[in-house]
């Protein structure tokens, strides 16, 4: 059986993601077979990253038939949440043991949407994302805020991203931190593709591409300059000490500390990840 085994801390940082995009290239060499995810060794899994872990394990169902083998044994203490928030029991072909139950009302369950069901990520983003405790302290006007931008954001994928493959969110919130991470990623266009054609060749990198949206511009043509959802959701990170990650084109743009950083990823993949950080949610 093949065998891709994860290592270290996996955060949501630019190494956190390398190590996922190293799995999905590992694993792509291999078809028609059993394939063992691997956690031993590891110490740390940010639960939002299991949104991308999915869908690089759907695409390897899909495209190469793999069927995949997590050892349960493995998925206790910290790594107990991929159980908890139903990555596991999404994965695995024997899905007994995997049933989610999360017994301390700390994830937001993964959830996988096709790109035209805006009704069913309409509801999840409103009575299971923002309904959850973590973010029980945030007026309802910023809500508003964050919700209508998730909105338009799935809303873009499904006209711009040139996909079949779901859309994936998870999250998972630490009350002794007071922090709550939620993660988007689709397998699409990504950034670059459409805003290059959009400039008329201008922009022409993935950093330059997300930076281009998150200062307000938008590829729509009736579009309000200013006013697009990744620029909101950066605004109420800025104002609210959170932080916003990006990924796409091979690069890892990142808001944080109210400073902003991008760093290019040893290889890319197809579409975009965005990754957002609430902070002070226990003050």
Same mark, same amino acid.
């Given at each position: 059986m093949s065998k891709f085994s @994860?290592?270290?801390?996996?955060?949501?940082?630019?190494?956190?993601?390398?190590?996922l995009f190293d799995f999905y290239k590992f694993a792509k060499q291999y078809s028609n077979c059993w394939f063992t995810i691997d956690f031993e060794q590891l110490e740390w899994f940010d639960a939002n990253l299991s949104s991308e872990l999915l869908l690089y394990c759907y695409n390897l169902k899909?495209?190469?038939? %793999?069927? @995949? @083998?997590?050892?349960? !044994?493995? %998925?206790?203490?910290?790594?107990? =949440?991929?159980?908890?928030?139903? $990555?596991?029991?999404?994965? =695995?072909? /024997?899905? #007994?043991?995997f049933k989610p139950v999360d017994d301390r009302e700390t994830v937001i369950p993964i959830k996988a949407f096709q790109?035209?069901?805006?009704? !069913? @990520?309409?509801?999840? +983003? #409103?009575?299971i994302f923002l309904k959850q405790r973590g973010l029980d302290k945030i007026d309802k006007d910023s809500k508003d805020r964050i919700k209508s931008s998730y909105f338009e954001i799935f809303d873009n994928v499904g006209i711009h991203a040139n996909t079949k493959s779901p859309i994936i969110c998870c999250g998972q919130h630490f009350?002794? !931190?007071? #922090? %709550?991470? $939620?993660t988007l990623t689709d397998y699409g266009d990504g950034f670059l593709k459409k805003i290059a054609q959009h400039t008329l060749n201008e922009v022409k990198s993935g950093a330059d591409a997300i930076s281009w949206a998150v200062k307000g511009g938008s590829t729509k043509?009736?579009?309000?300059?200013?006013? /697009?959802?990744?620029?909101?959701i950066m605004m109420y990170c800025f104002k609210n000490g959170g932080e916003l990650s990006i990924v796409s084109d091979g690069c890892f743009w990142s808001l944080q500390n109210k !400073? +902003?950083?991008?760093?290019?990823? /040893?290889n890319?993949?197809?579409?975009?990840?965005i990754h957002i950080t609430f902070r002070y949610l226990n003050y």
């Open positions: @994860f290592k270290g801390r996996l955060q949501t940082d630019p190494k956190g993601v390398q190590q899909k495209n190469n038939n %793999l069927k @995949f @083998f997590i050892d349960y !044994s493995i %998925l206790k203490g910290d790594l107990n =949440v991929l159980s908890r928030n139903g $990555f596991a029991y999404y994965v =695995v072909h /024997n899905k #007994e043991h790109p035209d069901n805006v009704d !069913s @990520f309409a509801d999840y +983003i #409103e009575n009350p002794a !931190s007071g #922090e %709550l991470k $939620f043509p009736d579009a309000i300059k200013g006013g /697009n959802n990744h620029k909101k !400073s +902003i950083n991008s760093q290019n990823l /040893n890319c993949r197809d579409g975009a990840t």
